[in-house]
């Protein structure tokens, strides 16, 4: 069974940085790209950025590259998103997924929750 | 960015009901285009990719498909189960986008 499985969530202050981790497990991590997507409360979904097999292209959408950094262990069947600065507008759940046709996502992860406030 | 405008932004409709979902591209996204079901509190899951090709398990009463740059998701039969929310996404240019979302709702 494909289970990813996010961590490293929780309530952290403005302008702070956090780490998070989804750790894979049921299928060969080290086949996939990797991506993660958030969603704010209420709200839609937003794609942050992907990640190849071996780390070599690792891409982000624009307007968040600044803030996000994506990382993988295939050693360890992690991936994992830095987040840096963090402001209000970071407040969201945290997918990390698997990439399937395209950039379409098939295994999502249960999500993590990120609030950022004092 | 390429915009997805997704319509209805809710949906009422009865089990049975055949219902029918729409999300337009503001320009070409080539048939890459998906769809997601996403239930309270859970994450999505993946149910039509290439914008008419069923993911695996998926049940066949969901159907999609496309004329030029609108694309729709087809429930048909609809079950109490379906009533969640779904979205589209397109990847054909970068980055990724999706729609807003479809809340369906029994009657």
């Known amino acids: 069974e494909v289970k990813l499985v996010e961590s490293g969530g929780g309530l952290v202050q403005p302008g702070r940085s956090l780490k998070l981790s989804c750790a894979a497990s049921?299928?060969?991590?080290?086949?996939?790209?990797m991506g993660w997507v958030r969603q704010a409360p209420g709200k839609g979904l937003e794609w942050i950025g992907e990640?190849?097999?071996?780390?070599?292209?690792?891409n982000y959408t624009p307007s968040l590259k600044d803030k996000f950094t994506i990382s993988r262990d295939n050693a360890q069947n992690t991936l994992y998103l830095q987040m840096s600065k963090l402001g209000s507008e970071d407040t969201a759940i945290y997918y990390c997924?698997?990439?399937?046709?395209?950039?379409?996502?098939?295994?999502w992860g249960q999500g993590v929750m990120v609030t950022v406030s004092s | 960015d390429i915009q997805m405008t997704q319509s209805p932004a809710s949906l009422s409709a009865s089990l049975g009901e055949t219902v029918t979902i729409e999300c337009l591209a503001s320009?070409?996204?080539?048939?890459?285009l998906a769809w997601y079901q996403q239930k309270p509190g859970k994450s999505p899951q993946l149910l039509i990719y290439?914008?008419?090709s069923l993911q695996d398990g998926v049940p066949s009463r969901f159907s999609g498909s496309e004329s030029g740059t609108q694309y729709s998701l087809e429930i048909n039969s609809l079950q109490s189960e379906d009533a969640v929310t779904y979205f589209c996404?397109?990847?054909?240019?970068?980055?990724?986008?999706f729609g807003g979302g479809t809340k369906l709702e029994l009657k």
């Open positions: 997924a698997s990439v399937y046709y395209g950039l379409s996502l098939d295994y």
């Open positions: 049921g299928f060969s991590f080290n086949d996939y790209w």
């Open positions: 990640i190849n097999q071996d780390s070599s292209t690792i």
């Open positions: 320009e070409d996204i080539y048939s890459n």
């Open positions: 290439d914008a008419s």
């Open positions: 996404q397109q990847h054909h240019d970068y980055p990724p986008t």
